[in-house]
């Protein structure tokens, strides 16, 4: 059986140095200039942990007023990208396997984010994985995933769905090898549905190409 995770750890390793080229689509600007302008606002004064910060295009943004900022990927070439920005003071780093927060044992943060990973956890992890988060979590932490919408008009085409609902694409890097990747485009309902008994007051915000999901943890 293929494993899923190793794909998608060798896909981002081997695309870090350009990645970033999906945010200059210009059809994507009034979003990305939205939501960074939004992000700030949900982290001032917490301890945040960002799970798969990639080449950490959102950091930056979210870490602005926030007290400690775990920028976290299994990478280090994605991280070594994201160490280059200029950055928050409370900006830390650390390589941590999103899976299991093994890394990250023992500490507790009040607050949450990932931008662009939901939708590369397998349906039939979700809700473990999203429990397992909430379990590094205080009580009223502030809990924010953003993601991708299916923008036919902008977003790889999907080539497949497999038996538990799960679709992907493929997608070819600059050296012409061709790469399939999860990507999974939930509605509303679908995403809520999955966050589990402590999530309270859930927001979703519809971009066009882009969602949001916040929401407070009891």
């Known amino acids: 059986m293929r494993d899923i995770t190793l794909d998608m750890a060798t896909y981002y390793r081997e695309r870090a140095a350009y990645y970033e080229r999906v945010y200059f689509k210009p059809e994507r600007q009034d979003d990305l200039r939205a939501m960074e302008a939004w992000l700030p606002t949900q982290f001032a004064g917490r301890s945040v942990l960002e799970i798969a910060c990639g080449t950490g295009w959102w950091t930056p943004h979210g870490a602005r007023d926030a007290a400690l900022w775990l920028a976290t990927d299994l990478n280090p070439e994605t991280m070594a990208v994201a160490r280059s920005k200029a950055l928050p003071a409370s900006v830390q780093f ?43 979590l205080k009580p009223g932490a502030r809990v924010v995933f953003l ?52 999530a309270r007051d859930a927001q979703w915000i519809a971009h066009t190409h882009y969602w949001i999901l916040a929401y407070t943890l009891a």
């Open 147 to 198: 993601d991708n919408s299916y923008v036919q008009t902008s977003s790889t085409p999907i080539s497949r769905r497999d038996a538990e609902g799960n679709t992907y694409q493929d997608r070819t890097l600059d050296d012409g090898s061709v790469h399939e990747v999860l990507k999974n485009f939930p509605s509303a309902d679908e995403a809520i549905a999955q966050l589990g008994p402590r």
């Open 94 to 136: 650390a390589e941590v396997d999103a899976y299991s927060f093994a890394q990250v044992e023992g500490q507790t943060f009040d607050g949450a984010f990932a931008g662009c990973w939901w939708s590369h956890v397998p349906l039939e992890r979700l809700g473990g994985w999203l429990e397992a988060l909430h379990a590094r």
